[in-house]
């Protein structure tokens, strides 16, 4: 009889601890996956005007993401191509055997092209009115600078996003603001119940503002200065190119020797 009671006492004391453990722990998880001012609560909350704020700003970050890596990949692209210049480009017997050693789709080849094409037809009345020089000239200026506005397309976008993005986000929060300043009206008081979710959600379109603007303002310097980097290559080249094509040898660079140019 003594067994069977101290067995008795012993399961219920395992049953009670074990209660005691998993009640805490149920309700922790019952509070973790109801959370009433979490993002998802403020979405359903605030209604169109939320939902359409948090879909406008996730648009201007995905876009702006897009952009970086694009931008990037290009500029990576052309930076590679630019230190391989030596190797496939100048060392080459000729301007012409030298770009079909490039990339049809580089840059550097269209620059050369566009060179080349241009000194090929600089003939008939051309003659009497601009020199080779100067049509050679104008033509690889604009070559360059179609490279170089190709180079800058959608950074506008970033630098619009990084500057509006945090006045959506203010959108949202004025919005947010209101709606908690109605629902002290209608309750009477400023109770923490009838103001922690407007509120709460006043405060996450803040922050989403925020994490749109900051990456985007960053990766627009961050491309701006690879961008300078990038065009001073391109106008080098373009230079060396030209002074090839009128003296029959690449421009010398100061405390660089210069290296082996391709016959015309």
Same mark, same amino acid.
Do not use: C
């Given at each position: 009889?003594?067994?069977?009671?101290?067995?008795?006492?012993?399961?219920?004391?395992?049953? !009670?601890?074990?209660?005691?453990?998993?009640?805490?722990?149920?309700?922790?998880?019952?509070?973790?996956?109801?959370?009433?001012?979490?993002?998802?609560?403020?979405?359903?909350?605030?209604?169109?005007?939320?939902?359409?704020?948090?879909?406008?700003?996730?648009?201007?970050?995905?876009?702006?993401?897009?952009?970086?890596?694009?931008?990037?990949?290009?500029?990576?692209?052309?930076? *590679?191509?630019?230190?391989?210049?030596? %190797?496939?480009?100048?060392?080459?017997?000729?301007? %012409?055997?030298?770009?079909?050693?490039?990339?049809?789709?580089?840059?550097?080849?269209?620059?050369?092209?566009?060179?080349?094409?241009?000194?090929?037809?600089?003939?008939?009345?051309?003659?009497?009115?601009?020199?080779?020089?100067?049509?050679?000239?104008?033509?690889?200026?604009?070559?360059?600078?179609? *490279?170089?506005?190709?180079?800058?397309?959608?950074?506008?976008?970033?630098?619009?996003?990084?500057?509006?993005?945090?006045?959506?986000?203010?959108?949202?929060?004025?919005?947010?603001?209101?709606?908690?300043?109605?629902?002290?009206?209608?309750?009477?008081?400023?109770?923490?119940?009838?103001?922690?979710?407007?509120?709460?959600?006043?405060?996450?379109?803040?922050? !989403?503002? !925020?994490?749109?603007?900051?990456?985007?303002?960053?990766?627009?310097?961050?491309? *701006?200065?690879?961008? %300078?980097?990038?065009?001073?290559?391109?106008?080098?080249?373009?230079?060396?190119?030209?002074?090839?094509?009128?003296?029959?040898?690449?421009?010398?660079?100061?405390?660089?020797?210069?290296?082996?140019?391709?016959?015309?």
């Amino acid at each position: 009889m003594k067994n069977f009671v101290s067995r008795a006492g012993l399961a219920a004391s395992v049953a !009670l601890g074990t209660l005691m453990v998993s009640v805490p722990a149920f309700a922790a998880e019952e509070i973790a996956t109801e959370n009433p001012y979490g993002l998802r609560a403020a979405l359903e909350q605030g209604g169109p005007i939320a939902q359409g704020t948090f879909a406008i700003l996730v648009l201007m970050s995905l876009t702006s993401w897009y952009v970086i890596f694009t931008k990037w990949w290009d500029q990576r692209k052309l930076l *590679i191509e630019a230190k391989e210049l030596d %190797k496939k480009f100048w060392s080459a017997p000729s301007l %012409k055997d030298g770009a079909a050693k490039l990339d049809k789709n580089s840059a550097f080849r269209q620059i050369v092209d566009d060179g080349l094409r241009a000194a090929d037809h600089h003939e008939g009345r051309l003659t009497d009115s601009i020199d080779k020089n100067e049509w050679v000239t104008m033509s690889m200026a604009r070559s360059t600078h179609s *490279i170089n506005a190709r180079l800058q397309s959608g950074l506008a976008w970033l630098a619009s996003v990084g500057s509006t993005s945090p006045f959506v986000g203010l959108f949202g929060t004025v919005v947010g603001i209101y709606r908690a300043l109605i629902n002290i009206g209608v309750a009477g008081q400023a109770s923490i119940d009838k103001v922690a979710g407007p509120v709460g959600e006043a405060l996450i379109m803040t922050a !989403l503002g !925020l994490a749109v603007a900051v990456p985007a303002v960053l990766g627009y310097n961050w491309l *701006i200065r690879r961008n %300078k980097d990038v065009q001073d290559r391109l106008n080098n080249f373009s230079a060396d190119v030209h002074g090839y094509m009128m003296s029959g040898a690449r421009v010398a660079r100061t405390g660089v020797a210069p290296a082996a140019a391709p016959k015309a």
